[in-house]
């Protein structure tokens, strides 16, 4: 069994979505729940903290579109932060890069 947790806070400037553990598609409604809490807050600016994801599978990067087009529609920008260089290599595959803001 996958284990995953997200959390989320937010500021005026941005909504955080901080992550642990594997995210593959078994996580796909915590994630969406997450995502969507995100969505509907004010904050133009959503950043997802993979500081403490230790994988990420080739159907979470389609959620991370997925989430991508949702922000996309509603006005905000996606910025993935501090993955490590398993999880970079994931998004890079997927070309999550061309899509969404890595630092």
């Known amino acids: 069994m996958s284990t995953f947790e997200i959390s989320l806070t937010a500021t005026q400037l941005a909504s955080i979505l901080a992550t642990r553990g594997t995210m593959d598609s078994k996580v796909s409604q915590v994630f969406k729940a997450k995502s969507d809490e995100a969505l509907a807050m004010e904050a ?13 599978d080739a159907s979470a990067a389609g959620m991370l579109m997925f989430f991508n087009y949702a922000a996309k529609t509603k006005g ?3 910025n993935i932060t501090q993955a ?15 899509l ?4």
Not at 45 to 56: A, E, G, V
């Open 44 to 56: 133009k600016q959503i950043t997802i903290n993979f500081r403490d994801l230790q994988k990420l």
């Open 76 to 78: 905000k920008q996606i």
């Open 84 to 98: 490590s260089a398993d999880v970079q290599q994931v998004l890079n595959r997927a070309n999550l890069g061309k």
């Open 100 to 103: 969404v803001t890595i630092k």
